[in-house]
Nanobody, 126 residues
Framework: QVRVVESGGGLVQAGGSLRLSCAAS????????IAWFRQVLGKEREFVAV????????YYADSVKGRFTISRDNAKNTVYLLMNGLMPEDTAVYYC???????????????????WGQGTQVTVSS
C-alpha cells in the first residue's frame, strides 16, 4: 500500500510555470506507476500524464504534450510534474494517483488507479 500527497499548486499567469510534487510513503514506492489527473468542478476527471515504476516510460495527454514533463526520484519517493506554458484551460485541481506497476502499457483511466491524494489547486490567470 502507498499513500500519496500532492503539493506545489498555486496561482500563476498564463505562460508561466509550476512544478507539482507527489510525495509517497511506503517502502515499495518504486513498484508503482504514478499518474497525474486533473478535474474542474462539474466536469469529469481528466488524465494528464503517467510515469512507469522505473521512470523509463512516460505517456501524456495530447492537451499537455510538449508543455508538461513528468519525472520521478525513487530515492526520494517523489514524482514531479513540471508544467510550462500554462494556459487558463489548465486551471483545475491536480491529483496524484498510484497503481502497482503495469505490464506492457501504461494506464490512463482513473478507475485503474488504487491510491489517490487530496489534490492541489492550480489556477492560471489570463
Amino acid at each position: 500500500q502507498v499513500r500519496v500527497v500532492e503539493s506545489g499548486g498555486g496561482l500563476v499567469q498564463a505562460g508561466g510555470s509550476l512544478r507539482l510534487s507527489c510525495a509517497a510513503s511506503g517502502r515499495t514506492f518504486s513498484m508503482y506507476d504514478i499518474a497525474w489527473f486533473r478535474q474542474v468542478l462539474g466536469k469529469e476527471r481528466e488524465f494528464v500524464a503517467v510515469i512507469s515504476w522505473s521512470g523509463g516510460r512516460t505517456y501524456y495527454a495530447d492537451s499537455v504534450k510538449g508543455r508538461f514533463t513528468i519525472s520521478r526520484d525513487n530515492a526520494k519517493n517523489t514524482v514531479y510534474l513540471l508544467m510550462n506554458g500554462l494556459m487558463p484551460e489548465d486551471t483545475a485541481v491536480y491529483y496524484c494517483a498510484a497503481r502497482p506497476k503495469s505490464g506492457s502499457y501504461l494506464r490512463a483511466r482513473d478507475d485503474e488507479y488504487d491510491y489517490w491524494g487530496q489534490g492541489t489547486q492550480v489556477t492560471v490567470s489570463s
